[in-house]
């Protein structure tokens, strides 16, 4: 990890437009700053949005285990497949769990799909050997019953004829709702969690990389160059007036 001088940085977010500006300090003193464009600063920006995804992920998953708790039932030996799918109950708790776990597949599978705005996605190929399967999984979900509906097997209502007993019998009509809220893969060899860490673990090596070339290339340049270009935000040049 890159080790740089501490630095002190405030936000201000304008509630009505959503305009986000960083006022930064070093010791007190207000930081000029430049905004860094071309191949590398773009890379770096979208590698640092995909941490912030994986983190999010991550956050996600830790939060729905904490709410879920132990697992309730013990994987057959020698089983392929250790997932506890989780059958949905009532209150605001389970549907919380459900909607941490669904976020968390959204927001993995998004560093993987195509990023015309980033400009920068992950490839399946940087994922380990072992974790490959896990991941397609994940995909699978993602594809199958949070981004798209009713495909795939992992989603249904089909309706049932339910008869009454002899000799009044009645008729109900039953949706046999078979619908995934939540997969609890805590007992598999690679959990959903293992995968998560280990893509973000990428991301940050990728993203330190992009950060020591950028300062290579500001380096070429003489320091009153870049103090020349330099910024202040609206916070810098109300107290610089």
């Keep these: 990890m890159l080790k740089l001088p501490d630095l002190d940085e405030q936000i201000d977010l304008c509630a009505l437009t959503g305009r986000l500006d960083r006022t930064y300090r070093h010791k007190g003193t207000i930081c000029p700053k430049v905004a ?3 191949h590398i600063a773009i890379q770096h920006s979208g590698y640092t949005l995909i941490d912030l995804d994986l983190e999010d992920a991550q956050e996600y998953l830790k939060e729905a285990f904490r709410l879920k708790g132990e697992r309730t039932s013990i994987p057959p030996p020698n089983a392929k497949l250790h997932d506890e799918f989780v059958l949905p109950t009532e209150g605001p708790v389970p549907r919380v769990i459900k909607a941490l776990w669904i976020s968390a597949v959204i927001i993995y599978a998004k560093c993987f ?28 979900y993602r594809n199958t019953i949070v981004a798209h509906a009713g495909e795939g097997n992992l989603e249904s209502a089909l309706p049932e004829l339910v008869i009454g007993p002899r000799p009044e019998p009645f008729y109900w009509i039953k949706s046999n709702v ?13 959990t959903f969690q293992d995968l998560v860490k280990a893509v973000h673990k990428h991301v940050i090596e990728k993203r330190e990389q992009h950060v020591r070339r950028l300062l290579e290339d500001v380096k070429k340049t003489p320091l009153d160059t870049w103090y020349a270009r330099a910024i202040l935000s609206p ?7």
């Design 178 to 190: 078979k619908r995934v809220e939540f997969v609890d893969d805590r007992n598999e060899r690679v």
């Design 235 to 241: 916070v810098n040049k109300i107290e610089s007036a």
């Design 113 to 140: 799909a195509e990023a015309k705005g980033r400009r920068v996605k992950l490839e399946k190929r940087v994922i380990p050997a072992h974790m490959r399967a896990c991941h397609d999984k994940i995909i699978k």
């Design 36 to 38: 860094l464009d071309g």
